[in-house]
């Protein structure tokens, strides 16, 4: 469980919220165009980027909340977190106990596109990680690219049975996309996994796509 009062906690419902509210506004204003009528002295909020779609966006925000979900219920597919995708073929359920980290690789057939979402801050051993802010080169990038020590540290609990869960749904649909998605910690390992995968002499033909919410700053580029 979180604690009732950690920063997690604080972030997680902060995220909720946030999300709720959008896709409450959008629906009251039929998705029109935001107006730049604001009281003086203030800055009027920027319109959304063209072609951002709520009701998308809310989708891939249950498939990054359903990385909070138990292996079983992802099995299923049933997790309170699910209903909103239906049909995904869970690939593979990783966990590492050590770092405290958890996620997951799915097969979306209907949208041809394999789903990886890794789950946010939940514990101690990965509020130790958050606290890991000195910086470290990430390997696959050039010198001189320097990430966040706690989150590297994250990504490589879960590299290993990521990319070859991956490699694996590449098999069975070589035309997928890659959804690479999380929230708070699972935001910056999932920025991780994305950059690698990009780096790859084999990059998905579908290509890949970076999703994320409530992501902290992974590292100095």
Known sequence: R???FSPARLMWKASALCAALV???WQSVGAGPVSNS?????????????????????????LAWAAYCNNSALEAWDCQWCHRTQGLLL??????????????VALDNHRSRIIVAIRGSKN????????EFWTKHFPPLREGAMVHHGFLAAYSSLRNATLTAV??????CPK??????????????????????ATMSSV??????LFTFGSPRVGNA
């Open 176 to 197: 997928c996309t890659v959804l690479v998605t999380g929230h708070s910690l699972g935001a910056a390992v999932a920025t991780l996994a994305a950059t690698e995968m």
């Open 23 to 25: 896709g409450e506004f």
């Open 91 to 104: 690939l593979s359920f990783m966990t590492d106990a050590q770092a405290g980290t958890q996620g997951y």
């Open 124 to 131: 101690g051993a990965n509020d130790i990680l958050d606290a």
């Open 167 to 172: 490699s694996k749904g590449l098999i069975q």
């Open 204 to 209: 998905p033909r579908g290509g890949i796509h």
């Open 2 to 4: 979180i604690p009732a």
């Open 38 to 62: 604001v009281a003086p002295g203030l800055i009027p909020a920027p319109s959304p980027s063209p072609g951002f779609n709520v009701n998308a966006s809310l989708d891939v925000l249950h």
